[in-house]
């Protein structure tokens, strides 16, 4: 049972523009989402977080939101470059007293030249 | 830094055979964590250890795999006997816990396991 689910698989985006990526969880008790990126042959690396207290995170070009009624974050990149293209995971933990971090499947970002 | 280091990078093997998964953290972290990643479900949480001893196993996904941190510079893997459906990258991760509250977590390159 996907706790976190990432429901596009790939995305495609012309450089310059706007890259969406969107995330949607079950669990209510999570409380805290991070985004990880993964390059081909490498491990993840963590790009972004938030906590439920907040609706945004910004960060440089990335920016997190968190609509908690809805159960759905989404990142932001702006512009899109293309060293941004890498699988992006989306991953939620419940903040205080855990460590445990569930991951989705992952989306495939590929930023057109 | 060398960060998390993963041996070996790459692993085939056949059906039956007993695989060992290897992982050395980054200095000074006292949490580690084992991930598998495949298509289907991403990435899933093995098991994970705070201070050598382990916390949440409840991700192994049967008897067949085990997992030991015999000192904090170092942790095992292993699936005996290993079986096709086990082919997947697996990934080893560290972070420096503190007060209970999630990290960052900082992974390894993986290890990709094909079992014929």
């Known amino acids: 049972d996907q706790q976190v689910k990432q429901n596009s698989p790939s995305l495609s985006v012309q450089e310059g523009r706007i890259s969406i990526l969107n995330c949607d969880y079950t669990?209510?008790?999570?409380?805290?989402f991070l985004w990880y990126k993964k390059y081909p042959a490498e491990g993840p690396t963590f790009l972004i977080s938030?906590?439920?207290?907040?609706d945004k995170n910004e960060d440089g070009r990335f920016t997190v939101f968190l609509n908690k009624s809805a159960k759905h974050l989404s990142l932001h990149i702006v512009p899109s470059q293309p060293g941004d293209s890498a699988v992006y995971f989306c991953a939620a933990s419940v903040n205080f007293g855990n460590e445990k971090l569930t991951f989705g499947t992952g989306t495939r970002l590929t930023i057109i030249p | 830094d060398a960060g998390v280091i993963q041996s070996p990078r790459h692993e085939v093997t056949e059906m039956g055979q007993e695989v060992t998964l290897r992982c050395k953290p980054i200095?000074?972290?006292?949490?580690l964590f084992w991930y598998r990643q495949t298509m289907m479900r991403g990435l899933e949480l093995l098991i994970y250890f705070n201070n050598n001893v382990p916390i949440d196993d409840s991700g192994m996904p049967e008897d067949r795999f085990s997992a030991k941190m015999p000192n904090a510079s170092f942790s095992t893997l292993k699936i005996q006997p290993s079986e096709p459906r086990d082919s997947a990258v697996y990934f080893c991760?560290?972070?420096?816990?503190?007060?209970?509250?999630?990290?960052?977590?900082?992974f390894g390159p993986g290890t990709r396991l094909l079992v014929l």
């Open positions: 991760a560290s972070s420096p816990r503190t007060s209970g509250r999630v990290q960052t977590q900082y």
């Open positions: 938030i906590s439920s207290i907040k």
């Open positions: 200095s000074g972290h006292n949490s």
């Open positions: 669990n209510s008790m999570f409380d805290y």
